[in-house]
């Protein structure tokens, strides 16, 4: 019992590092990360060591610890959970307002759209290829984004921005750490906001919950 707690107590430590340095992409030293957990500077040398052997953070001799290259992996082996989540949200909302739907995150400082779902009942409506990326701040999708950065709760719209003549819609996907994503519906010609705008923010608070 008392080698399970140690082990446990371990992997807390190392989660923590971990946590700690995502949040300053500058860098953490040994020194603030040792003060941060409340351990000797040897213990977190023993933690970054762990992590850095399965590349989750990288640590120059004598220099901050860093993400390393691990962690795009992971969060992209993430992402088609992620998508399976939202997608019957995403039909929903694009069944209820007979527009688009997706669900764009951001990757890379752009925004992509890692799902798209269209409405089956539509004469026309916008084509919008799964896998597209644009500036975050050409579209609702990205500034919806940006405006979650900014801790603002709501939605955002947007006209012509990546498709002349489309309308878009969209809201954050907030509380999430780690993620920055936003729910939204693009259509041809314009969105009653009134009425789309809830409807895509609850869409959003949805998919946030279940993902929790």
Known sequence: ??????????????????????????????????????????????????????????????????????????????????????????????????????????????????????????????AYRTGSRHPLSAAAGGQAILAGRRGERGWTSSAGGFQSGAYGVAAPVLGIDGLEASVGVVALGTLDDTTTGPRVLAAATALSTSIR
Not at 22 to 43: D, F, K, M, N, W
Not at 60 to 77: E, F, N
Not at 79 to 108: F, K, M, N, Y
């Open 1 to 126: 019992m008392e080698r399970a707690t140690e082990t446990a107590q371990t992997l807390d430590r190392g989660l923590r590092l971990l946590t700690l340095v995502a949040e300053h992409p500058g860098g953490v030293s040994i020194s603030a990360a040792a003060q941060h957990l409340s351990v000797g500077r040897t213990v977190v040398y023993r933690l970054a060591a762990t992590l850095a052997a399965h590349g989750l953070l990288h640590h120059d001799p004598g220099g901050p610890l860093r993400l390393g290259i691990g962690v795009l992996a992971l969060a992209r082996r993430a992402q088609p959970l992620l998508a399976e989540a939202a997608s019957p949200i995403l039909r929903a909302l694009a069944e209820d307002l007979g527009a688009t739907a997706h669900l764009t995150v951001e990757d890379g400082g752009e925004a992509l759209a890692l799902l798209v779902v269209e409405p089956s009942w539509t004469a026309l409506h916008v």
